[in-house]
């Protein structure tokens, strides 16, 4: 049993790392390339060489970035195969086909005309260069998508079937797959978010340009785009996040319940501005919080657009509890009553399998059909107890209000920069603005995968929404060997992470010596 739980928590462990240092490239890259391909825009347009050299400044940083981004999003992808066979047997008919599409065709595209950006200066005409610029923009975008579709699966499987016969999910319709709702709504978060940190970047390194006193008008110019987009870019992910909580709601209410300490809802349900909360043992279902700043009604506001309406918390999801439009009490299914379906699923799959044997077609279909009835909640019959559906209610929480405060800071230094860079320019020579570009850095990479660790953590314990939790998802392997290889991956990543880091400072250090806006042919 130790074993067990060593093996599931170091497997987890595993691929947290490498999917947190994969999303340190990936909104970069997203954000940088559309950035990149404006200035471009601006210089086909105006036919201004400056432009050209300012574009070429950045499209350099944008490269480098895109580089660590393929090496790590390679091996995440080899670690379903490697950790999470059972999972990768169980819906790889599902999970797969986005995978393989993101794959053929989004990276593909990207791989192609992120060569002619690079190589195309003076060998292929200025609108060519400038659509194949637009093209890598639009493949970084539509890689995401792909990886979006099979990630909001995981969170509100869809458009699938189960076949007891291969006892495995299998698609049933891929449209729904990839126009489930939290899929589009996950789509435009990540790549909104992706301007912004993009956005933020730009300012920042052209802070550091004005602080040293470098390249002045190229830096200038710079935070204007970047202010420009960065600014559209959290505004929009505002927008969509307001969307997530929506949908959230509906698909995942324990996670949202955990994202606001909730343990018992109420009409007209509060929102946490701000709060601690107590220690774990001394939590009780009226009064999780040792400290909290409400916002009235805030909530029900947030996911219903009604002031009255009934937000449940974690203990009533688990008991079951509701309350409809008219106020009154209902039951749901409890998940006491939610194990007790999911065990009667997996024992007709059991009872399948022996008629299967000894070719009992009447005794199948019935079997079949009582797996079907129940099969929504067949991952519950893996937990222990109701309780070990709860996520780890303290992470998700405080992530959460990281993400909000570290957001409503960056979305105050874009409005400024941005503002400072059309009418107030002597401000971008302050340097409590240059340092306030500067820091943002940090603070945008902090809010961006504060809002993965609420988005993976708060919907734990299952891979597979009701499904399949994780306990059940591994690969049958030692976990000295996970944890061998999470120990060689940190290394590596960190590595990886330091040489980035180091090139980049290196480019903008030199490059910014010479002036940035005459190109170098």
Not at 46 to 74: D, P
Not at 206 to 224: D, E, G
Not at 227 to 240: K, P, R, S, Y
């Amino acid at each position: 049993m130790n074993e067990l739980v060593d093996l599931v928590d170091w497997s987890r462990a595993q691929f947290a790392l490498t999917a947190m240092y994969h999303w340190l490239f990936v909104p970069l890259t997203i954000g940088l390339s559309l950035i990149v391909a404006i200035m471009e825009s601006i210089y086909v347009h105006t036919g201004r060489e400056r432009w050209k050299g300012i574009t070429k400044f950045w499209m350099t940083l944008f490269g480098i970035n895109f580089a660590c981004g393929v090496a790590t999003g390679l091996i995440l992808e080899f670690e379903f195969g490697t950790n999470w066979s059972n999972y990768s047997w169980f819906v790889g008919d599902i999970f797969g086909a986005p995978l393989a599409i993101e794959g053929i065709v989004a990276f593909f595209m990207e791989a192609t005309f992120v060569a002619v950006m690079f190589f195309g200066w003076n060998r292929v005409s200025k609108r060519f260069h400038l659509a194949s610029t637009w093209l890598t923009a639009a493949g970084v975008s539509l890689s995401a998508l792909w990886i979006l579709v099979a990630n909001a699966w995981m969170q509100n499987p869809v458009g699938m079937r189960f076949d007891p016969a291969q006892m495995r999910n299998v698609m049933d319709n891929f449209f729904e797959v990839a126009f489930n709702p939290v899929a589009m709504n996950k789509f435009f978060h990540a790549v909104f978010s992706g301007w912004t940190l993009g956005g933020v970047f730009v300012v920042g390194v052209s802070c550091w340009l004005l602080w040293r006193k470098r390249n002045v008008s190229a830096a200038i110019s710079s935070v204007r785009v970047g202010g420009l987009v960065g600014l559209a870019g959290i505004l929009l992910t505002f927008w969509t996040g307001h969307g997530s909580a929506v949908e959230g709601a509906r698909v995942q209410p324990m996670k949202l319940a955990a994202m606001e300490g909730l343990y018992r809802g109420t009409t007209g349900q509060g929102l946490v501005g701000f709060g601690i909360l107590k220690p774990e043992g001394e939590r009780t279902d009226e009064e999780p919080l040792m400290f909290g700043i409400d916002i009235p009604c805030g909530l029900s506001l947030l996911i219903d657009g009604n002031t009255t309406s009934f937000v449940p918390g974690i203990c009533d999801i688990i008991d079951g509890i509701d309350i409809n439009a008219a106020g009154d009490t209902v039951c749901t299914v409890s998940y006491a009553d939610r194990i007790a379906l999911g065990t009667q699923a997996r024992e007709a799959l059991s009872r399948y399998n022996e008629a299967s044997r000894a070719g009992d077609s009447a005794a199948m279909e019935a079997a079949a059909a009582e797996v079907e009835r129940n099969f929504k909640y067949f991952g519950y019959s893996y937990l222990s107890s109701p309780e070990a559906a709860i996520p780890p209610v303290a992470l998700t929480f405080y992530s959460f209000r990281v993400m909000v405060i570290t957001g409503g800071l960056l979305l105050l230094v874009l409005v400024v920069a941005t503002f400072a860079s059309k009418r107030r320019r002597g401000w971008l020579e302050k340097g409590w603005l240059q340092w306030a570009g500067m820091l943002s850095i940090i603070l945008v990479w902090i809010c961006s995968q504060s809002g993965w660790i609420v988005a993976e953590v708060g919907r734990q314990p299952w891979v597979i929404q009701d499904l399949m939790p994780t306990g059940a998802a591994i690969s049958d392997i030692p976990s000295a060997s996970v944890k061998l290889t999470f120990w060689i991956f940190a290394v590596i990543f960190t590595g990886l992470l330091i040489a980035e880091i180091s090139i980049m400072l290196r480019y903008i250090s030199s490059a910014s010596k010479s002036n940035i806006e005459t190109p170098k042919h």
